[in-house]
Every structure is written in structure tokens, then in C-alpha cells.
């Protein structure tokens, strides 16, 4: 017996770039031990596993998704769920109400609705909870930045929409180009305060854009991700907090450019008195490929 399996590219309109994702279908009877090793072997940033349930809890909670990274299972992140919603939606359209697939998370139901006829959509995350505030200089040190790099009116904080990450806003995204995280020494500091992994980004200066550009990367298990759903979501939350960028003002994030896999994330975030809510990640997906995987 085998598994259908999808691999598609997100954050995307070019086959090969962006953050590439394995969609895995008809997994209800797999055990957790099952798809993390089907996870080893695409050996992708995530790879996730389709349960359809009966058509009544579909339309209630969503469709059920579990997802895995090479070495763990995650409740939320942001690039398998907009690569799955479009899978969803050109392999099982009756998934798809009023332009929108909902997926029933580990985290909860996140809903991604789709413009048009195309594959790009935008996901709505959970709003945001703000953590700790963390010590500049061993943010810098950790990240092997300086601390003048960092953004001197915004200090990093862990914030998770479904993920805790370490927001660390720079100064200018020239900065990006000396990341260096020491994963042996940050990755027990980072889960002490509530955190996963950094993520770093700053403003493209004299862009000559009518939107806000900024860069971002983050680098985990040694490598570095093409783009990260999940924390971009983290960081317009904070940006919106602390007055970087207006209440409701679209931001365009560029990530992954320093291992050619260029990515284009769509974010928005408003603020209501103190709270930020409506948090809102979008791009686009492509096809890459279909297959099947011998049931293990």
C-alpha cells in the first residue's frame, strides 16, 4: 500500500525557490513514529500528514494536519500550512468554503483563504503572546552580531502566534549578512526564556518600494530555513507593538536570499487599544512534484 505524497515550494511563484514542503495524504493510520521517520526522509524543514475525518467535523474544526520536522513534531508553523491549504485546494476542492481551506493544527483551526483562482493565500494566526524581553548584549553574542547592529528603540522579546520565537529587530538588514546563531550555546538559553530559535530581521534602507522591505533569516539545526511562516507572524506582532510599523500596514519580508532559495512573505498585524490581533501572513505556492511512498 502507498501514500500519495505532494512537494511544493511556498512562499513562491518559481518552482526551486522558496521554503519546499512534502505533503503526505491518507496518514490517519500512521503512528507518530511512522511520519517522523517518513519527516527523515524527505529530510525537508517540514513535511506534514493529512488525516481527512467525516465531511461534518471538516466543516466544523477543518481538516486535520500533523507536522514534523526532521526531528520533531511541531504544533504550528507557518509554510506547511500555506502549502497544505493549496494542496488541499487542487486535490480536494470539496475542502475549500468561500475561497478558504481550514486546517485543524495541533495549535487549533488556522484558516488560509486564497485569492481567486491562483494558489496564493493568507493565513490568519493565532494573536500573538509577548514573553520575555531578552539581554542585548547576549543576543548579540549568540548571534554573533555586534550590539550596535541591533535596533536601538526595540529590544528582543520571545513572541509565539503557535511558536516561540526570539524576535531581533536590526538596525539595517546589511547586518543579516554576519549572522552566525551558536545553536550548542543559544538553543539552552533560547528554551529557558519560552523560545524555539532566533529570528532576525531588519529594514532594507532606500528600497525603492512603495511598501516596507525587510530581510529576515533564521538559522536552526545547523542550517537555515527559506522562510518561516511562524515567526514572521511573531515579528509583525511585535513590530505593530512597538510602533515599528503602522496598525494594519502590509509589510513585505524577503528571506532566504544567502542560500538561494529566495522567499517573499506578505505580513499584517493591527493593534486595538493594547492588543494585537488579526495577524495575517500571506504568499504564494507552486507544484514541484507528485509521487507515492511504500507505506512503512
Known amino acids: 500500500m502507498a501514500l500519495d505524497y505532494f512537494v511544493v515550494d511556498v512562499f513562491s511563484n518559481t518552482p526551486l525557490k522558496g521554503n519546499p514542503l512534502a505533503v503526505v495524504f491518507d496518514t490517519a493510520n500512521l503512528s507518530t513514529e511512522q511520519m517522523q521517520s517518513i519527516a527523515r526522509e524527505f529530510n525537508l524543514s517540514e513535511t506534514t500528514f493529512v488525516q481527512r475525518r467525516v465531511a461534518a467535523i471538516e466543516r466544523a474544526e477543518g481538516v486535520r494536519v500533523r507536522i514534523f520536522t526532521t526531528q520533531e513534531e511541531l504544533n504550528f508553523a507557518g509554510h506547511p500550512t500555506l502549502g497544505t491549504a493549496s494542496v488541499l485546494k487542487l486535490q480536494a476542492p470539496e475542502t475549500l468554503v468561500n475561497n478558504t481551506v481550514t486546517l485543524a493544527l495541533n495549535v487549533g483551526s488556522v484558516p488560509v483563504r486564497f485569492s481567486g483562482e491562483s494558489l496564493h493565500g493568507e493565513m490568519t494566526q493565532r494573536d500573538p503572546e509577548f514573553g520575555a524581553e531578552l539581554d542585548r548584549p547576549t543576543v548579540a553574542q549568540l548571534t554573533g552580531l555586534a550590539v550596535d547592529d541591533l535596533e536601538p528603540a526595540l529590544t528582543p522579546q520571545v513572541v509565539s502566534t503557535g511558536t516561540a520565537f526570539a ?111 488579526d495577524v495575517r501572513v500571506a504568499g504564494s505556492t507552486v507544484s514541484v512534484a507528485i509521487g507515492h511512498i511504500f507505506q512503512p
Open 167 to 277: 524576535i531581533v529587530a536590526l538596525h539595517s538588514a546589511q547586518a543579516l549578512s554576519r549572522l552566525r546563531v551558536d545553536h550548542k550555546v543559544a538553543t539552552p538559553w533560547l528554551r529557558d526564556r519560552g523560545a524555539r530559535w532566533f529570528y532576525v530581521l531588519g529594514p532594507e534602507l532606500n528600497a525603492a518600494s512603495s511598501e516596507p522591505i525587510w530581510r529576515a533569516r533564521m538559522q536552526f539545526y545547523g542550517g537555515e530555513d527559506p522562510a518561516t511562516g511562524s515567526a514572521a507572524g511573531c515579528a509583525i506582532s511585535y513590530l505593530v507593538a512597538h510602533k515599528a510599523v503602522a496598525s494594519g500596514q502590509q509589510v513585505h519580508v524577503r528571506q532566504g536570499l544567502e542560500i538561494g532559495r529566495p522567499s517573499d512573505l506578505l505580513l499584517s498585524a493591527k493593534k486595538q487599544s493594547a492588543k494585537v490581533t
